[in-house]
């Protein structure tokens, strides 16, 4: 006599339990990501199912369900089970290889799309390129939220650009060309002087010093994770591309780590980057820096 399979209420109870025995913070709303995903619903009408059957599911849900649960128990992150990450509305498409986009970058986004909405030039066109792109995260959102700019994504890793393109195709809206070259090597491809906003969130953690979860260590790439310099490495090169790409006028807005406002100011400065700001994150964490090119 085989089993019955549980409800979906059940399934999301016991799977939540689990969950918590492996660790995993925030185990109710990850039990629901992967039920929504299988079941194909969103989380009302998941919610909706759950409150009002006892229906058992079918057998081959069960079994899609309990494979995604066997992965996030071992600390597979749940983007990559899912294969796609939220941001601000959009759902990337995400995996090994790539960085997932995290909610405190969505601050830089938003910051972002602000200075530009606020922003005057003389054609009426805005030219954004994010630096260190990854999924596209950052540069896609700018897209969506500003009609009037177009955007260069730079990226550096082959394995990141199979998602950049895929979301790009997906969000991009014909607004968002992909150059394939790392910080460094971004000013080969921009005209000096013709940039309105370049935005950017580099690799700044030490790898000697700064800890990262399970799931960020063994799963992010170590390339958008830690740089050399004490963290600073790969963000001076984002500075110089700037100070080169940049129209007068034009504003850089970086993220980095909580340590990092003094180092990245003194860089600014040392490029010649004037009217500095900081902005913390929702903790109250110092984490963008802004400045202009005079």
């Known amino acids: 006599m085989t089993s019955r399979a549980p409800s979906l209420r059940q399934w999301l109870r016991a799977a939540a339990q689990s969950l918590v025995e492996a660790g995993i913070d925030q ?3 990850d039990a629901v990501w992967m039920a929504c995903h299988v079941l194909g619903m969103t989380r009302g009408q998941l919610e909706v199912r759950a409150a009002t059957t006892d229906h058992p599911l079918d057998d081959a849900v069960a ?13 597979e992150p749940l983007w990559h089970i ?12 995400v995996g090994p290889g790539v960085f997932s986009p995290r909610p405190e970058t969505e601050l830089l986004a938003h910051t972002a799309i602000t200075e530009l909405l606020s922003m005057e030039t003389p054609t009426g066109d805005l030219r954004v390129w994010d630096v260190g792109a990854g999924s596209g995260a950052i540069g896609l959102a700018i897209a969506r939220g500003v009609t009037h700019a177009t955007i ?3 990226e550096p890793s082959p394995d990141a650009h199979s998602y950049l393109k895929k979301n790009v195709d997906l969000y991009g809206d014909g607004r968002v060309a992909l150059v394939t070259a790392a910080a460094s090597e971004a000013s080969e491809h921009v005209t000096p002087g013709s940039v309105d906003v370049v935005v950017s969130n580099p690799p700044y953690l030490i790898r000697e010093s700064d800890w990262v979860d399970v799931e960020t260590g063994n799963y992010d790439p170590d390339s958008a994770l830690y740089a050399e310099d004490g963290g600073l490495a790969v963000m001076a090169d984002v500075v110089a591309f700037a100070q080169i790409a940049l129209r007068p006028g034009g504003v850089l807005l970086v993220e980095h780590g909580i340590t990092h406002n003094n180092p990245v100011a003194a860089l600014f400065t040392a490029h010649g980057f004037s009217r500095i700001s900081h902005h913390n994150d929702l903790a109250g964490r110092p984490r963008i820096t802004r400045a202009t090119k005079p």
Do not use: I, K, N, Y
């Not at 294969?83 to 990337?92: K, R």
């Open 63 to 75: 079994s899609e369900l309990d494979q995604l649960l066997t992965r996030r128990c071992t600390r």
């Open 82 to 93: 899912l294969g796609l990450a939220p941001f601000l509305g959009m759902e990337l498409h």
């Open 152 to 154: 260069t994504s730079v």
């Open 27 to 29: 185990a109710d709303a």
